[in-house]
């Protein structure tokens, strides 16, 4: 986003601290950005750079990521030497760095103190799972003489906790205490995060509150769009056709495998693009998916894990045709016949056969249809398979659930391992009989009405609201 649109009232933090405790994975959860550059190598941050976290156009807040303290010590004598009032320390502190701004001995010191000085609150982050030293009290002196508000971050990179060595300390410097995870935050741990910084200034009290109240509806825009995405995936999938033009007047087997193949991967490709929206509306675009060979080696969209697991089962589906009407034409293979493929998009990369889990003919039956004086043609879909869009909408839900609670901190693959436990989350006997009359009509040959589609999407809605 151009800075020249953040309007000038925004509140804006700079997060400081001594390099590697976690001020860029915290910078990371708390604007939501998968983009910041995080690293246990100390000295990743060397320039200062901003992330507005926006909802709607609108920036809600703005945080600054900043180098880590080099020479603390070098500047708190550098500024004591100077015997001012303490309402005078603010000017000393801007003299540091108009003296020292092409001095590469304090070129971090002057990073982290610059947008501080522009008007910047300030969230001091330390390790709290490391002792308390005397040397990190230069580091909060220096902030002291800067005049801003400010609150601390206890941040546990590791197990040991020794934030009862911390805390005393903090308190003679910093008007707010929190503690923050980084790798574990949630929408409730940011909505306190923001309450203590609503009252760093009276300013930005009256501010924050509301952003607060758009930071909600951001959570339920989210799920909101998540829900649209996968009911347009569900749609099409079920409704989606596949042509094959045949030279003679019957089909040979090469053309049916090759109408087969097509089918197939089109409905993988609609799931992967679909997966990949959901990554973008949950801001992690940049996300990398675990090959976890536990994952990957069984669950194609066509696989029998993947049928176990969001699927339904025997009695379900006897449920599901005794509540909407006898299956009519060829029943459902329930027998598994033999691959390992891949999932697409968030999930994983397809590759491999086709067909594992369901005879195909189940899935959509082939049929040859044309004029017999004019080009005949192979025609595979709407969808027939009853269990398939269970499958397609677990799949597509779980995603959503673990995304939803991931923290943009966090670089580590998603590794994505689900069981059958999943499916009792969100999939009851009354949701399934409400979810069977849409599937029912998807599969028809008749336009979708947009009330339709808007009345499954606030079904889907309330059973992700349900299950994060």
């Given at each position: ?16 601290g001594h390099p590697n405790k976690g001020k860029s994975s915290i910078v990371a959860a708390l604007a939501q950005d998968d983009t910041v550059a995080i690293s246990n190598v100390p000295g990743t941050t060397h320039e200062q750079k901003s992330y507005p976290l926006q ?72 390790d709290a799972s490391k002792p308390y030293g005397e040397e990190y009290e230069a580091q909060m002196e220096i902030l002291q003489w800067t005049g801003q508000p400010s609150m601390a971050l206890l941040n546990h990179i590791d197990e040991d906790d020794y934030a009862s ?304």
């Open positions: 986003m151009d800075k020249a649109l953040i309007p000038k009232e925004t509140p804006k933090f700079a997060v400081v909802v709607d156009g609108r920036v809600i807040y703005e945080l600054i990521d900043t180098p880590g303290f080099q020479r603390a010590r070098g500047v708190l004598e550098w500024l004591k030497s100077h015997d001012v009032s303490a309402a005078k320390r603010p000017e000393v502190v801007r003299k540091f760095i108009e003296t020292h701004r092409d001095d590469p001995r304090y070129h971090d010191e002057i990073e982290l103190l610059k947008p501080i000085m522009q008007g910047a609150g300030i969230i001091y982050v330390v060595e911390w805390k005393p300390a903090l308190n003679q410097y910093f008007k707010s205490i929190r503690t923050f995870n980084p790798m574990r935050t949630d929408t409730a741990q940011q909505i306190a995060i923001l309450e203590s910084m609503a009252q760093l200034r009276e300013e930005w009290t009256a501010q924050i509150k509301e952003s607060i109240q758009l930071f909600e509806q951001y959570q339920h825009q989210k799920i909101r769009q998540s829900a649209e995405v996968i009911t347009a995936l569900i749609v099409t999938a079920l409704g989606y056709r596949e042509k094959l033009t045949i030279k003679g007047e019957e089909a040979t087997q090469q053309e049916k495998e090759e109408i087969r193949k097509r089918y197939e991967q089109k409905l993988r490709q609609l799931e992967a693009e679909s997966h990949a929206k959901i990554e973008r509306i949950w801001n992690h675009a940049h996300l990398e998916v675990d090959e976890a060979p536990l994952l990957f080696e069984g669950m194609d969209l066509f696989s029998e894990s993947s049928a176990d697991i969001f699927g339904l089962t025997r009695k379900e589906m006897m449920l599901t045709a005794a509540t909407t009407g006898a299956v009519t034409g060829a029943g459902i293979d329930l027998l598994f016949a033999g691959h390992t493929l891949f999932v697409g998009g968030a999930i994983g990369a397809v590759v491999g056969g086709v067909g594992a889990y369901f005879g195909f003919d189940e899935l959509s039956n082939v049929k040859v249809l044309g004029q017999k004086l004019g080009k005949r043609y192979l025609q595979v879909g709407p969808m027939g398979n009853r269990n398939f869009p269970y499958i397609l909408l677990g799949r597509a839900l779980y995603l959503v659930t673990k995304l939803a609670s991931r923290s943009h901190a966090r670089r580590e693959p998603l590794a994505l391992t689900p069981d059958t436990r999943f499916k009792e989350e969100w999939l009851d006997e009354e949701r399934q009989k409400r979810l069977e009359k849409y599937h029912k009509a998807f599969r028809s040959d008749k336009e979708i009405e947009s009330e339709v589609f808007e009345a499954y999407s606030q079904l889907l809605q309330e059973t992700i609201e349900s299950i994060i």
